[in-house]
């Protein structure tokens, strides 16, 4: 029997009261304590921040933190819930950053979904931390709303629901390429979703070097032909499609040689795995019901399958590279994450996997290279 | 030798790497704990507070913890040092909300010293937090911005630069009218300050009972006469100096029972404190340096003395205070402080000095009953 794990989550969150805790790590066990943590004491760093602002590194812990912002919008598979709705998962991935790269993570839930007012709070309260981790908020407002704090900001903002995705995507692709013998060039992908996910996974696939791309939504192939895209859509089209063709996910697939599914659960059957390239690589990360089960597209002929899921080989979760991210971003006071940081974090985190094989393309999140990796990847590259 | 505390504090802060860390309360040591702190499992705690958004208080840490906000404008007494230097107090009054009331504290500080701009950055972030403490928000725009959140927000929003500094004062006095044997109601009360403390405590003491209670800025008395009154010294005037009277501190200064300074250090010598009320009673919370040392202002004939400092009895410190506030507020889920609960808190927090003294008027901050008074005085209010 499968367990509950909602209801056992709920018990646990219930006991403990939420999932984190902000502790001193200064005594305060009398007023010498007091003299030292607090006032009259405190004055000295806070003087010695006011002469040099950089100094906030060195002496406080929220400066080295990242805030973890949502507007609640587009949270895990289950939509627009609101932010305190959202409160769990924020708490969840400082609970993450912390054990997994020693990070203060702080959790920012906002009472409003307009993108002014989401790009002014954060900038409102972004002297605060070393970094912002933008999270679950809903394309295509997450696109401008990324755009504008990255241009606006000096501290490191991430969408993770892009580029963690697209990240973890690549560096899974990169070691299961290996795998099946393939090039990067001339392999043939077809990502079936366009919000956050899809979209920065195909610029990032794109930006590594791959070159034939079909992106598809709701409608099928986005293609020129089709009038009224959007925006971001337009930006999707510059770099995919170069054949220009139209039809449905299905029409796309024949032939392909990686499918990489951002989308909604049970979309694929046997026959459409079959009608792919040999040695076809599946990545099918739908939560919690992927595109297609890994059992059947193993089965259909699929050379190497991936999903989002704990109970099947090869999880792509975005937990093997934001740690490490902004760990990097934020020891190096670097004031941007760059594609070319996002593509080394990649290859950092394929190289982890010493011998990929079709059920170990990417490492184990509790293996403690991991971070490290990342971490060094995106320092080696910060100026 | 006095102690370089400002040079040990920096010091403490630079190996310890600021002063407060958000740790996890769940378990991360395997898949099984994954699933239940985070996916899939967070999804159940995340759907409950989408149907029931009160369930954040039973599920989430944050939702009962306090945003701690500055926007580094009125820091101490170092004046406007801004957002970045602002970090160690805040972080500072954090370990102080963990030890004292075993309450996360959440360090903001902000961009903007703009009053809309501050309001609705607030507003935004609210609904991560059980409650909000404004913190070193210069006057006047602090009268402003307090107001306009109490009224927005459903959560309970404190401005502690002005509250918690009129509570332990009103707790202060209450005891020390005890001992020196006066009645509230007919007691001459000097304030010296104008600013947020100032103003506050104006207000509260007025609340309270006292009626006899003349403001001091740097002009002088506040009185009718003078043109040009800001909107809060107009309203400060409807609430003292009934006898309408003009001219300098020293002029209030004559024949009064108490003296409350908030203002600056060394403005007051011997000779003034001779020309009080017997028994006087003499607040000299100016800091550093208070507006007149404790021992002189004894030698001069004060009944009872109080400061701002550590390193003499009867310290008037604000950390009395907010933690218990907020414990109370939030375990209430009420979405104001009221007047009522910050006298009930006042007389609370003088109660539990059982035998008030001329050197023991308030309790010391390390008696384990000082918040539980405060927070259950604050409970038994929340409607």
């Known amino acids: 029997m499968k367990k509950d794990y909602q209801k056992l989550s709920i018990i646990a969150h219930r ?17 010498e304590d007091l003299s030292i943590a607090y006032t009259p ?6 003087l010695a921040i006011a002469k040099n602002k950089a100094l906030a590194y060195d002496l406080t812990a929220t400066k080295n933190g990242v805030a973890i912002v949502s507007d609640g919008s587009a ?25 997994f790269a020693n990070i203060d993570g702080f959790p920012i839930v906002l009472s409003t979904q307009n993108t002014d007012e989401i790009v002014a709070a954060v ?15 809903s394309a295509p407002r997450c696109f401008e709303i990324e755009a504008r704090l990255k241009k606006e900001l000096s501290i490191p903002v991430m969408h993770d629901d892009q580029h963690g995705t697209a ?22 992908v077809v990502i079936n979703g366009s919000g956050a996910a899809g979209v920065a996974i195909t610029k990032l696939l794109h930006h590594y070097g791959m070159r034939h791309i079909v992106v598809c939504d709701s409608q099928g192939i986005v293609s020129k032909k089709r009038g009224k895209l959007t925006p971001v859509k337009k930006e999707v089209i510059k770099i995919t499609n170069r054949e220009n063709i139209s039809g449905s996910l299905y029409d796309a697939l024949k032939d392909s040689d990686v499918f990489i599914g951002v989308s909604k659960g049970n979309l694929l059957k046997a026959i459409d795995i079959k009608t792919m390239a040999k040695k076809a690589i599946v990545f099918a990360m739908a939560n919690p019901v992927p595109e297609i089960f890994p059992g059947e597209a193993l089965n259909a002929g699929a050379a190497i399958v991936a999903s989002g899921r704990s109970d099947f080989p090869n999880q792509i979760n975005n937990v093997l590279v934001y740690p490490g991210i902004f760990k990097g971003a934020i020891e190096s006071h670097t004031s941007k994450i760059t594609e070319e940081m996002k593509i080394a974090a990649a290859k950092a985190l394929a190289a982890v996997v010493k011998k990929p094989t079709a059920t170990e393309i990417i490492p184990d999140i509790f293996n403690k290279k991991v971070v490290l990796a990342v971490s060094n990847a995106v320092k080696k590259l910060a100026t």
């Open 15 to 31: 006991k403990a009261r939420g999932k984190i805790s902000v502790i001193g790590k200064l005594p305060v066990n009398n007023r």
């Open 41 to 46: 004491g405190v004055a000295g760093p806070a």
């Open 75 to 99: 949270v895990l598979g289950l939509g627009n819930i609101g932010p305190e709705a959202a409160l769990p998962i924020m708490e969840g991935k400082a609970v993450l950053f912390k054990r």
């Open 123 to 137: 900038k409102a309260i972004a002297p605060t931390f070393g970094g912002i981790n933008l999270e679950d908020i």
């Open 167 to 188: 990240i973890v995507v690549l560096a899974g692709l990169i070691n299961a390429l290996k795998v099946v013998g393939k090039k990067k060039e001339s392999i043939r």
